[in-house]
């Protein structure tokens, strides 16, 4: 055997990085946001809300102790993205790691649904992920190197039994080929994008009113019987920002608890 200098646990290591991740107030956002730190980056938590989600994460964040940063922010907005970047840059070090997880969910009937609800969705779901992705690759490029993760979901794989969510699942299915497209345009500058597509997981997204009915269907139509945790989305977002990824780009990662088996 050759001489072995492999130290396994260390690919996982995320000292001395800086995160920006969206969504970042709640759900899989909130959730990756703090494993990031609990890895070892300082990380900008960047939301539109304007409850106390941003506070509650940067709260485990300070726990963990690392340096955040909370970033009140619309993810339609290019300024703001270039903003937010330039101020997590100034405030907490070179940018180095992203994962773009805003983004909303709702259903209508395709015949029934207004332009706006359609275009709302889209904007927030597809082109946010591209100018998040934009202002992120913009600062990493400059920097030399860079892993970006972009949260799209198992809708952009299969179209989910009974849901009316044509502009969903469309806007996810283009998280997925657009992020590809991305890897490849970064793939020799260091820059890589991967995806995580998570299966139903239980999130504030999935107990708005309209969904609170579909959660036993979930659970019985996913071959594990159950829907993820938002933890469970945690491991494979280290895993592909880290440096045990360092060959992986392009590539959608179901977290689906072997949904799109069936
Ligand atoms: N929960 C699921 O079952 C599931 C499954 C597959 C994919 N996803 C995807 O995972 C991501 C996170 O979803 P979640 O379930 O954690 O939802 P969530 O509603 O708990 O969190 C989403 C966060 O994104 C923020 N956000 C929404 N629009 C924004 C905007 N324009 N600018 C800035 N922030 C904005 C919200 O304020 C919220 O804090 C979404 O992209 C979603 O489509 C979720």
């Known amino acids: 055997m050759s001489d072995i200098t492999l130290n396994a646990p260390k690919l996982f290591d995320l000292r001395g990085q800086v995160a920006l991740v969206t969504g970042a107030g709640s759900g899989i956002g909130q959730r990756i946001a703090i494993g990031l730190a609990q890895c070892g980056a300082d990380v900008a938590l960047l939301d539109r809300r304007s409850d106390d989600g941003l506070a509650n994460t940067a709260s485990h964040i300070e726990a963990a102790g690392r340096r955040f940063l909370q970033i009140a922010a619309d993810v339609t907005s290019k300024s703001s993205l270039a903003e937010a970047v330039a101020?997590?840059?100034?405030?907490?070090?070179?940018?180095?790691?992203?994962?773009?997880?805003?983004?909303?969910?709702?259903?209508?009937?395709?015949?029934?649904?207004?332009?706006?609800?359609?275009?709302?969705?889209?904007?927030?779901?597809?082109?946010?992920?591209?100018?998040?992705?934009?202002?992120?690759?913009?600062?990493?490029?400059?920097?030399?190197?860079?892993?970006?993760?972009?949260?799209?979901?198992?809708?952009?794989?299969?179209?989910?039994?009974?849901?009316?969510?044509?502009?969903?699942?469309?806007?996810?299915?283009?998280?997925?080929?657009?992020?590809?497209?991305?890897?490849m345009e970064w793939v020799g500058r260091g820059i890589r994008v991967n995806t995580i597509s998570p299966g139903y997981t239980a999130t504030p997204m999935n107990t708005r009113p309209e969904m609170v009915h579909q959660t036993k269907l979930f659970e019985e139509q996913t071959p594990m019987q159950r829907m993820a945790t938002v933890d469970e989305m945690v491991g494979p977002a280290v895993f592909l920002l880290s440096n045990a990824a360092s060959f992986v780009t392009g590539v959608d990662l179901l977290v689906d608890g072997g949904f799109c088996c069936w």
């Open 87 to 183: 101020r997590t840059e100034a405030e907490l070090g070179a940018l180095t790691l992203a994962v773009n997880a805003a983004g909303i969910a709702n259903a209508k009937p395709a015949e029934e649904m207004e332009e706006d609800q359609y275009q709302t969705l889209m904007d927030i779901n597809l082109k946010g992920v591209f100018l998040s992705c934009q202002a992120e690759a913009r600062a990493m490029l400059k920097n030399g190197r860079g892993s970006i993760v972009n949260i799209a979901s198992m809708s952009g794989v299969i179209v989910n039994r009974g849901l009316s969510q044509a502009h969903y699942n469309a806007s996810k299915a283009g998280v997925i080929h657009m992020s590809k497209s991305l890897a």
